[in-house]
């Protein structure tokens, strides 16, 4: 099962709202410098969005983030403990990377995957970059570019049996970038408000 990223969101193809709400959106962080960043963000945020400091994958979500590489290799950071959590999640992440966009997820993208465990039931991943372990430059828009599309994705996106947003509640996203990637914590913080702000900022009650 696994659902193309509906991100194609172009100004030529603008939606109109489809749901009167937004997910939940749990920020983790595991370092203090990353929490302090995720802190100062939520402050500025309206919807459902918290921070949580611990792992990922101690919070109770339907879905979890992989900020991955373009290819879907899971073998560094946060993407090695999914991998270790969910043994076949890799498998099916380079699956539908293969099927929907013939090898290679572009950054500003997202697909999502079962992850074969009853919660959380869907990992999705939105790469930060393009080769593993590749060290971010210092203005990348890529957390953003990330964000952005995981968001998309719970609004857009298509399951086989639904809407993502039907089956998916609560999304739990550690740092995007800021491990392998080098990010400035506050520089991801900032860029995940700024997308949290694009897809439902104006198009959701708050």
Known sequence: MTADSGTHTGRGD????????????????VD???ATAWTAAVGKLAGRVRVHRGSVLDV?????VSPANSYGWMRGGIDAVYARAFPDVEQ????AVLAFHGGELPIGEAVIVPTGEPEPAWLISAPTMREPGELLPADTVHPYLAARAVFLQWRDGQLDHGPVREHVDTIAMPGLG????????????RQVAAAWDEVFGNRYPR
């Open 92 to 95: 099916s992440v380079r699956s």
């Open 60 to 64: 109770v979500a339907q879905a979890v």
């Open 32 to 34: 203090e410098p990353l």
């Open 178 to 189: 800021t491990g392998v990637g080098g990010v400035d914590p506050a520089t991801c913080a």
């Open 14 to 29: 603008a939606r109109p709202p489809v749901s009167p709400r937004t997910p939940e959106l749990v920020l983790c962080a």
